[in-house]
Every structure is written in C-alpha cells, then in structure tokens.
Nanobody, 121 residues
C-alpha cells in the first residue's frame, strides 16, 4: 500500500505564502503522478495542481501564476508553493498520488488525510 502524509498547512494573512509538502511511503513500485486537491466548506473537491512522472504540470486557472508544484527526483515527495494567497484559497488541501503498489496489478489513486489552509486577516 501507499501512504501519503501532508504537512505545512496553517493560518496566513491575505497576500502571504505557505508551502505544503507531501511524502509518499510504502511498498511502491512506481508513481505516475502526484498532486494537490482542495475542498472548501460546501464545495466539491477540486484539482489545484498536479505533476506527472515526466515532469509536466497542470494548474487550476484560479491558482496559475500564484502556486507552483514541484517534486523530488525520486517522485516520492511533492511540494506546493502558494504565494499571494487569497481568502478564497481557504480549504482543506489533500495530497493525491496515482501509484502502483507492489503486489498490485495496476495504478490506483491514493489520498492523504488533508491539511487545513486558512487565509484570513
């Protein structure tokens, strides 16, 4: 199985920055993609950004130019640098991975527990 552990959430003022980290561990054969989703109260979970094994990235329109996703060479850690934060960025942020666990026959989706990001003055 694959476990994802997030860190780096918290309270920040509008215009501030936060950096989220997510570490994947377990019996991993391969990771195809990692990324971040978020869910605000009363709203559906939405993609924030993801990064594929080849290095290509994808961002939600609402965060383009403000957020940057990156990963380590081993593809087991993903970061989300969030700058110029706005109140509407307030949400629980979930780490996501499409990974192939040893003993499995294909890739599966894995999720972290989530970390709260609150943007408020």
């Amino acid at each position: 199985q694959v476990q994802l552990v997030e860190s780096g959430g918290g309270l920040v003022q509008p215009g501030g920055s936060l950096r989220l980290s997510c570490v994947a561990s377990g019996t991993i054969f391969d990771i195809n993609a990692m990324g971040w989703y978020r869910q605000a109260p009363g709203k559906q979970r939405e993609l924030v950004a993801n990064i594929r094994s080849g290095g290509s990235t994808n961002y939600a329109d609402s965060v383009k130019g403000r957020f940057t996703i990156s990963g380590n060479n081993a593809k087991t850690t993903v970061y989300l640098q969030m700058n110029s934060l706005k109140a509407e960025d307030t949400a629980v942020y979930y780490c996501y991975s499409k990974a192939w666990a040893r003993g499995s026959t294909s890739y599966s989706d894995y999720w972290g527990q989530g970390t709260q990001v609150t943007v408020s003055s």
